[in-house]
């Protein structure tokens, strides 16, 4: 036991010889740990007054983010489908089929006047086949190439070519001769760039 003691003194004597050593030799190199400062504003002396400058804290606002706008997506407009029995692929616009001798009003795919009869050109002088758009209108429009021959509500989808008021029973030269009443449905209804159809 007196032996332990001996040595526990020896060695506290030796670590405490090692510390006064170094003290007392300032050449020694000794590393002392210093934990860091808290990060404290303290106030610094300004380089003219000597008296303390106070950093005011930051008056920048805080950024916020704005809030996700929420977007709505339309559903597609379901697309229109031509009613049964019209022969044409338009949904909107004007419709006649030769062969039936019949004519159609359209809109959005549905019927909104029609059929009624409709006679088109003769053999020698044929209704053009094919998609159109009406390219102007004439209240009362006379025809100089057949001795101004009168052309009443007259629709022209093709250069010479129109849907007016004529006969039903005699066929035209390239027109579509529809009824007094059907060529001013017809006439009052289409617009300028209207699609028209002649289908066979």
């Not at 526990?8 to 030799?25: K, Y």
């Not at 629709?155 to 030269?173: E, K, N, Q």
């Amino acid at each position: 036991m007196a032996v332990s003691a001996i040595a526990f003194v020896g060695v506290l004597a030796s670590c405490s010889a090692g510390t006064q050593a170094a003290s007392d030799n300032p050449s020694a190199d000794v590393s002392v740990n210093v934990p860091p400062a808290a990060d404290i504003s303290s106030p610094t002396e300004s380089p003219n007054t000597g008296s303390p400058t106070v950093t005011p804290p930051s008056t920048t606002p805080p950024v916020t983010t704005p809030a996700p706008t929420k977007t709505t997506t339309q559903p597609p407009k379901p697309v229109a489908q031509v009613s049964p029995g019209v022969p044409c692929a338009i949904t909107t616009g004007a419709c006649v089929d030769l062969s039936a001798h019949k004519a159609w009003l359209l809109k959005d795919g549905e019927v909104i006047y029609g059929p009624v009869p409709a006679l088109p050109g003769r053999k020698s002088n044929p209704t053009p086949v094919g998609n159109f758009h009406v390219l102007y209108k004439e209240k009362m429009h006379y025809s100089k190439q057949f001795n101004n021959a009168p052309m009443p509500n007259s629709v022209f989808f093709y250069p010479g070519d129109a849907f007016h008021t004529g006969s039903l029973s005699t066929y035209s030269h390239g027109c579509i001769h529809l009824s007094s009443a059907a060529s001013l449905k017809f006439f009052n209804t289409l617009r300028v760039g209207d699609s028209v159809q002649v289908v066979r």
